[in-house]
T-cell receptor
């Protein structure tokens, strides 16, 4: 079963629109960590946010905001007033405990966001 | 602070040939990851090191892929022999040892097997 589901393959918006990228995860752990990364055309993944399973507070950072809801196993990402520079592939990732004692990060398939001028 | 360095950036080889990728993590980062990213997909973890020990290599095709991390710093990933389906971007990442730390990624090596 897929541990991290990003159902939206591609989203296309016009500049200044708000856009929400969905992420649904699956885990049996009570302690786990969720991340969002941005991958611009250059290819390097850029860390955006980390959230642990005990902290359900929503977070806002400039035009970015994240909504973590354990009840629905979702960790959605909203960009307010999108800009062309936001065009990239966005990945949601889950880090959970393995039987070997380590924490292994698993990535979703990504959502490609295209912001048109 | 210098980022994760990877080389080469691009590599084209014929199937059944061998190839090696190199990664230099951020100084002080004990954890190092190799990911394979096939076009249109998310990164898939191949192997995770903590210092020079392997933490997880459950998704590494061990019949053809090998990786090592000498002295707990630099790492190399090798494919021998390569198959067409190995065409992908190979990403190296590093992080502090703690379980909740984010990973910092290099720019990757784009491998094309023809």
């Amino acid at each position: 079963a897929q541990k991290v589901t990003q159902a939206q393959t591609e989203i296309s918006v016009v500049e200044k629109e708000d856009v929400t990228l969905d992420c649904v995860y699956e885990t049996r752990d009570t302690t786990y960590y969720l991340f969002w990364y941005k991958q611009p055309p250059s290819g390097e993944l850029v860390f955006l946010i980390r959230r642990n399973s005990f902290d359900e507070q929503n977070e806002i950072s400039g035009r970015y905001s994240w909504n973590f809801q354990k009840s629905t196993s979702s960790f959605n990402f909203t960009i307010t007033a999108s800009q062309v520079v936001d065009s990239a592939v966005y990945f949601c990732a889950l880090s959970e405990h393995t039987s070997g004692g380590s924490y292994i990060p698993t990535f979703g398939r990504g959502t490609s966001l295209i912001v048109h001028p | 602070e210098a980022g994760v360095a990877q080389s080469p950036r691009y590599k084209i080889i014929e199937k059944r040939q061998s190839v090696a990728f190199w990664c230099n993590p951020i100084s002080g980062h004990a954890t190092l990851y190799w990911y394979q990213q096939i076009l249109g997909q998310g990164p898939k973890l191949l192997i995770q090191f903590q210092n020079n020990g392997v933490v997880d290599d459950s998704q590494l095709p061990k019949d053809r892929f090998s990786a090592e991390r000498l002295k707990g710093v630099d790492s190399t990933l090798k494919i021998q022999p390569a198959k067409l389906e190995d065409s992908a971007v190979y990403l190296c990442a590093s992080s502090l040892i703690f379980r909740d730390r984010e990973a910092f990624f290099g720019q990757g090596t784009r491998l094309t097997v023809v």
